[in-house]
């Protein structure tokens, strides 16, 4: 449908249909929504492509509590108002388009709330990349219903997924706050919080997803990650220890383990916890990397060559390796491999950081 | 602390680190201007410092407080409201009381101000002033009668960037201040950054990632009350980074004053001079090798300020960094040929930094039991810290850490008397009273400074040295002093600039206490940038003394 067309849409109806549509929404307006509904379907009879007409009568239905058929009246005008939504700001970006942008929106007042509501608009923007728009439609349409768990549970998900995690916070403290058993709910504003790096919020949230779900590693990980940041690490090493007890084929709590015992000092101690890590889960680089750090720390230069060789056998992306390698080989006094390894560590961090990058600036807005 | 815990405390050798603010009826009263305190840009973050310094020769020390500005006065706003704000001078007049002589001595710079550093620039034996700006620096010759003559221009110094610290040093061993400046970012004021920027969610202004680091500068003294830009030459200007503190010391073992510099998220500089006789000045980078550049594998942290000392007593100086929240503040330990190791959780500073952002810091012997202490001033860049649990403050309170002697710190902050929230940023160490312990100036955001006088320092004995330079530079900057007493050595250097924005006490100070505490200082060594090298024995404790370059060691008050 063309711009021009959704503009004309508008102009279809005589002026009696005009009148009675109109009609139909100052009942609406009233809380006469019966009455509404009865005027939309008069125009919907004779013009049944007259968008506005089936956008109230999505509204009036929806009022009314009958959700699913409102869904279902806005699901089939969505391609059409979604349409609506991307002219408008295509529009907005002209100067010279403002008249029509104008009449576009006094055209539907109402319908795009209503539209909004369902969430899909959100969606369907966030899969086009459109961030900042996908955001602001979902901090308008939030208040409409702001108790509809699935909705938010939904585009909560979505952000997540789109590494948006304010808003995905924002979303599923809707959903916990109306439906306050959703363990998965809990999880992911957990975790959404840790990632915004609000420890105190992410420690209420996994403490409550453990109560509802008991122990499971991961959520333990994740609180104690909450604890070292906070900074407890006294609490997130009980915790961890917990994690390592519940998945014992797993090096992760155990490089977490370790992790926490660097915080405090006490790097033998860490030192055993990375190589535990490392023996249970080979493949994973960072324990490998922290324990030749160590090595390095305590002068073992040869065990510390080996162990960070190992690293990049393990991940031959694993930048942080060839940093700790290239300090090795100056102190070994191998300056051309220390300039070989720091220009591959330069390398790869600069690859990789351009992927993080746009992820850090996504998980920040 | 109750009096039976200060009772015990006492009976038990140890001294309590004790710090009063004694702002209030000092005398003081400039309460800096930075921009508004909603911080809308980067610019209105970084704050102020102080320099403590002899102006007018008379034996205490003065305080030079440097101040800000606004947006609206930068771009020259009609209706700008008041008047520019101006750095003060404020004269000692003993016992924590001050007279402002700002206009009397020709001083009051209505820059947007940012550090500060005295040095005798033109080794006339009265200190000289140099203030960084956002915008050209200045540089005030001390005319020798408590006046200035501003200089900037005729001294080659004028440059529009955004400067942050500076340090004095004889980079090429000419008996002349060479100075390094770090700068900060590529920014203007026309033209603020209009991306959104986010912290733990929240939308605030923009820090330096959304700007291009800037170069620094290197300046060789001429000798004449000129210096020559050779950023450049040295091979300081290929590498930007969001500069801020910047440290003098010797960090590779050699006898050439090298260069660190702390960055915002850039790595930090490690550049050893590698100066030859009679050669420009000349820096290798060695950042990233260093293991002093990067922490963990390769990350950058924030830098803010930097102080060196010898925390461990192993006659070399190790390198303190301050960082942003949610990252520890870092301690390299020297391992001598220019190789660091991180050692801040090991020596105990790292976790309860976390929740901290730092700014100045300095290593001293607060206490006087023979080993150096750390200062770190803090204070958040958001306002928007306090609106949510975003696990830190706006306001933060600085930290004190004393040197438990086996290298690790303890936290004696809470009982130091700096539980004070503010938004700190610079800080000056010094003598404030003349009586012989080091108190501290805190220059405080949007607030009057914090005069923290140190209560107690002095019942250890001590000893402070004034050192005089003849072939070296006057101020002997960069002269290391080996003092040996009660068993133990300790090794300090001479240093101008310090911490974050700020210039320091230029005497060299050394406690004496501890266990065995010493009643006689055994032997002192100056090692002089010139090369000389004297000896002094048998000093007793308790007094200041000065020390000329080839004329030998007398007490400061005969």
Redesign the interface.
């Given at each position: 449908m063309s711009s021009l067309a959704l503009v004309l849409l508008a102009q279809l109806l005589t002026s009696e249909e005009r009148t009675a549509f109109e009609g139909a929404i100052l009942l609406q307006l009233a809380s006469d929504l019966d009455g509404a509904l009865r005027g939309y379907e008069g125009i919907l009879e004779a013009h049944p492509d007259f968008l506005p007409a089936r956008l109230y009568r999505a509204e009036a239905l929806w009022l009314l509590g009958k959700r699913d058929q409102a869904r279902e009246e806005l699901s089939r005008a969505q391609g059409d108002l979604l349409l609506v939504r991307i002219l408008e700001r295509i529009f907005a970006r002209e100067a010279e388009s403002e008249p029509l942008v104008a009449r576009l929106s006094e055209a539907y007042p109402l319908e795009q709330n209503r539209f909004l509501a369902t969430g899909t608009p959100v969606l369907v923007l966030l899969s086009m990349g459109e961030l900042?728009e996908a955001i602001a439609d979902y901090r308008r349409v939030a208040p409409v219903d702001p108790e509809d768990a699935t909705l938010h549970r939904q585009i909560g998900a979505a952000f997540s997924s789109a590494k948006l995690?304010?808003p995905a916070?924002e979303a599923f403290e809707r959903v916990v706050a109306a439906a306050p058993d959703d363990v998965s709910a809990w999880r992911q504003l957990g975790s959404g919080n840790l990632v915004?790096?609000?420890?105190?919020?992410s420690i209420a949230a996994l403490e409550k997803a453990i109560e509802l779900a008991g122990e499971e590693a991961g959520l333990l990980l994740a609180l104690g990650y909450g604890h070292e940041?906070?900074?407890d690490?006294e609490r997130a090493l009980e915790l961890y220890r917990r994690a390592a007890r519940l998945a014992p084929e797993s090096g992760r709590p155990h490089y977490r383990i370790g992790r926490a015992l660097?915080?405090?000092?006490k790097?033998e101690e860490a030192e055993r916890a990375f190589t535990k890590s490392s023996s249970l889960d080979p493949k994973m680089p960072e324990p490998l990397?922290?324990l030749g750090?160590i090595q390095?720390?305590r002068g073992d230069v040869d065990l510390a060559l080996s162990t960070l060789e190992r690293a990049l056998q393990a991940d031959p992306e694993y930048?942080?390796?060839?940093?700790?390698l290239?300090?090795v080989y100056?102190?070994m006094g191998r300056a051309d491999e220390?300039?070989k390894a720091?220009s591959a560590?330069?390398d790869l961090?600069r690859k990789k950081r351009g992927v993080l990058s746009q992820e850090d600036v996504l998980a920040?807005? | 602390m109750g009096p039976f815990a200060l009772l015990l405390l006492l009976s038990s050798g140890e001294v309590p680190l004790r710090f009063v603010d004694v702002v209030e009826g000092s005398g003081v009263a400039l309460v800096t201007t930075f921009g508004t305190e909603e911080k809308r840009f980067i610019i209105e973050y970084t704050g102020t410092g102080a320099a403590l310094t002899d102006y007018d020769s008379d034996g205490d020390l003065d305080l030079y407080l440097v101040n800000g500005s606004t947006i609206e006065l930068s771009l020259g706003a009609p209706g700008a409201p008041g008047a520019a704000p101006t750095d003060r001078l404020y004269r000692n007049e003993g016992g924590f009381r001050f007279t402002d002589v700002t206009e009397a001595a020709g001083l009051g710079d209505p820059g947007w101000g940012g550090g500060s550093l005295a040095g005798d620039v033109d080794n006339d034996g009265d200190p000289d002033l140099l203030v960084t700006n956002f915008g050209s620096n200045v540089l005030y010759r001390n005319n020798g009668d408590g006046t200035f003559t501003e200089v900037s221009a005729a001294a080659g110094l004028l440059d529009g960037r955004w400067h942050s610290s500076a340090a004095f040093g004889d980079l090429d061993s000419d008996g002349f201040l060479d100075l390094y400046v770090t700068n900060h970012a590529v920014y203007r004021v026309e033209e603020p950054p209009r991306l959104?920027?986010?912290?733990?969610?929240i939308q605030i202004a923009c820090g330096p990632l959304a700007h291009r680091p800037e170069t620094h500068l290197v300046y060789r003294n001429r000798g004449d009350v000129s210096f020559a830009d050779v950023s450049e030459s040295s091979g300081v200007s290929s590498k930007p980074g969001f500069g801020f503190g910047v440290v003098m010391d010797y960090l590779d073992d050699d006898d050439r004053l090298d260069v660190y510099v702390a960055n915002d998220l850039s790595g930090n500089f490690l550049f050893l001079n590698r100066t030859t006789a009679g050669g420009g000045i000349v820096f290798q980078d060695v950042s990233?090798?260093s293991?002093a550049g990067?922490v963990?594998?390769?990350r950058e942290q924030a830098g803010m300020g930097v102080d060196s000392g010898d925390f461990n007593g192993d006659g070399r100086p190790d390198l303190h960094t301050t960082n942003f929240s949610?990252d520890y503040n870092t301690l390299y330990r020297n391992d001598g040929s220019g190789?660091f190791?991180d050692?801040s959780?090991?020596?105990?500073l790292?976790?309860v930094t976390?929740?901290y952002l730092g700014w100045a810091t300095a290593f001293a012997d607060f206490d006087f039991d023979s080993d150096l202490d750390l200062l770190v001033v803090n204070g958040h860049i958001y306002p928007e810290a306090d609106r949510?649990?975003?696990?830190t403050g706006y306001a933060q309170s600085n930290l004190l850490f004393e040197n438990a002697g086996d290298g690790?710190f303890r936290d004696v902050s809470a009982r130091s008397g700096l539980g004070e929230k503010r938004l700190g940023r610079g800080a000056a160490l010094g003598d404030v009273d003349e009586d012989g312990d080091l108190d501290v100036v805190v220059a405080n955001m949007h607030a009057l400074p914090a005069l923290l006088r140190n209560d107690g320092g002095n019942r250890r004995s001590w000893v402070r040295f004034l050192l005089v330079g003849r072939e070296s530079n006057r101020d002997g900057v960069g002269a290391r002093v080996v003092l040996e007493a009660g068993g133990r050595s300790q090794t300090r250097t001479s240093k101008s600039g310090g911490g974050y924005l700020s210039s320091h006490d230029p005497r060299v100070y050394f406690g004496l206490g501890g266990p065995g505490e010493a009643r006689m200082v055994e032997r002192v060594r100056v090692l002089w940038p010139s090369g000389a090298v004297e000896v002094y024995e048998s000093l007793e404790p308790g007094k200041g003394y000065v020390i000329k370059e080839g004329a030998g060691v007398a007490a400061e008050r005969p």
């Open positions: 900042d995690f304010l916070v915004l790096q609000r420890w105190e919020p940041r906070k900074p690490t660097m915080t405090q000092g790097l990397g922290f750090d390095l720390k930048f942080e390796a060839y940093y700790h290239a300090r100056r102190r220390a300039v720091l560590y330069e961090k920040l807005r | 959104p920027c986010f912290w733990k969610g990233a090798l293991g990067f963990e594998g390769g949610d190789l190791t050692v959780f090991e020596s105990r790292g976790e976390l929740p949510f649990q975003s696990g690790t």
